[in-house]
């Protein structure tokens, strides 16, 4: 507890370089989370700790600056008639346990093997996940794209169907956006797993999103923005959880929320010009790439563990270095996706409008 | 002329202007008192709180503020609305 308190006491001093870097970071992480439901965390911690915060401010903080950014999504996304509250609120209770025992997973593993070791099985856990649920989703999206149809309504898949037909007494609740009934036997484990993964990675969303379109069925859209009532439920137990110790510091987290909030609602904007396989694209692009940013760090924590030959410190910069930028690249190809795909919408509509305005006139 | 009229709506000048001025007046005291609020704010216990209220009077007021800004400067939802089943 006493390092609790001295690491919160290491609140930086913040310039107007710092302000506009996080204002940015921010928004750019604000955009991807408005239109995928989740993404930017990823990057928003280290930016945090490359200005100096301890590792542990940079989680908390971050976590401050989610929650209301998710609340803000959510109410948006609503307006469209894109989120299932219910399910939200569902799988949110069981990822909130699900973050506690990831984290107490985390602690295990640092007390045992330390810093190395803790960050070992992060980059492990990145890799492996996001190998297998990140190339599923982008096979899924690029299959829809060369079928031809895009614009037909999304099939659920055979595993999906089988869950909405079991029936089991006690256990059954109606979810609107998967318009059938399901046992929450189904959605506890999909939420804990969520919710472990958000401890461990700190984007839940990456197991939360293709769950809910895979394993139960939900439409893509509302499955993203269902995600941001999960990530408000986690941000908040997890805020208040890391505020009890002291560690939110909230000029980070009010900053990051100035720039995140532009970019949520931009996000959210952007989901009602696009194709619904576009939300499955953006999150798979962003899912392998990340992949190999934290795959490039597993030599780094290997050699730190001794299980392998000693890295010299230059190798080390580079790789460092190398994966943050592959990780930031990440979050840019996926802005830059979201915002391409809401200018094509918004042209194909503009340029519909002035042909109806034409048949008008004539 | 008139039927053009109707489909144009008014652009939410007002409230973007007030709800961003109370927004900077949020984001100064924040910058400006520094020193005391991560004294508060860092102490952890019942002033858990504090963190917890300022993210919601925060995300609230400037929420509200990006929201007209966006109307403001012409970027809104997609007029046709989306089925999304």
Not at chain 1, 14 to 20: E, Y
Not at chain 1, 299 to 312: D, E, F, K, R
């Amino acid at each position: 507890m006493h390092d609790i308190a001295q690491a919160a006491s290491n609140f930086i001093n913040l310039d107007i370089m710092n302000i506009t870097y996080l204002f940015i970071v921010g928004f750019v992480g604000g955009l991807v989370s408005g239109f995928i439901g989740s993404g930017g965390a990823f990057v928003l911690t280290p930016a945090m700790m490359s200005l100096g915060v301890p590792g542990l401010v940079a989680v908390a903080s971050n976590m401050c600056h989610k929650f209301p950014k998710a609340l803000i999504g959510a109410i948006k996304r609503a307006k469209y008639g894109q989120v299932d509250v219910k399910l939200g609120i569902v799988l949110g209770i069981s990822a909130e346990s699900g973050v506690l025992y990831g984290a107490h997973i985390q602690e295990n593993i640092k007390k045992a093997f330390g810093d190395a070791g803790s960050n070992l099985y992060v980059s492990v856990a990145f890799v492996v996940i996001l190998a297998v649920v990140g190339s599923f989703v982008l096979r899924d999206a690029w299959k829809t794209y060369k079928s031809g149809n895009t614009h037909e309504e999304e099939k659920i898949t055979k595993l999906a169907r089988w869950v909405q037909s079991i029936n089991i007494p006690g256990t059954m609740v109606y979810f609107k956006s998967l318009n059938a009934r399901i046992s929450v036997l189904f959605t506890i484990p999909l939420g804990f797993a969520t919710g472990m993964l958000a401890a461990t990675i700190a984007v839940g969303g990456f197991i939360g999103v293709p769950s809910m379109i895979y394993v139960l069925g939900a439409p893509s859209l509302m499955a993203s923005a269902s995600e941001l009532v999960i990530a408000f439920v986690m941000g908040l137990g997890g805020s208040f959880k890391y505020a009890m110790h002291g560690l939110v510091d909230i000029r980070l987290a009010m900053i990051i929320l100035a720039g995140s909030l532009f970019g949520i609602q931009l996000g959210a904007i952007g989901t009602t010009y696009v194709k619904p396989f576009m939300i499955k694209v953006v999150m798979g692009v962003i899912m392998v790439i990340v992949l190999f940013s934290r795959g490039l760090m597993v030599p780094v924590y290997l050699s730190q563990l001794g299980l392998i030959q000693t890295l010299n410190e230059g190798t080390v910069k580079l790789l460092k270095n190398t994966s943050f930028a592959i990780m930031a690249l990440a979050l840019l190809l996926g802005a830059f996706i979201v915002l391409r795909a809401m200018w094509q919408g918004r042209r194909a509509e503009q340029k519909a409008a002035e042909e109806a305005l034409g048949h008008v006139k004539a | 002329m008139s039927e053009h009229n109707k489909n144009v709506k008014k652009k939410p000048y007002g409230k973007m202007v007030f709800m961003g001025i109370i927004s900077i007046a949020l984001y100064a005291t924040l910058l400006s008192k520094q020193d005391v609020l991560n004294d508060y704010f860092g102490r952890g216990g019942l002033y858990a709180i504090l963190p917890i209220a300022t993210a919601f009077l925060f995300s609230f007021i400037h929420g509200l503020f990006t929201g007209h800004f966006w109307t403001v400067m012409g970027i809104e939802a997609a007029k046709k609305k989306k089925e999304v089943r």
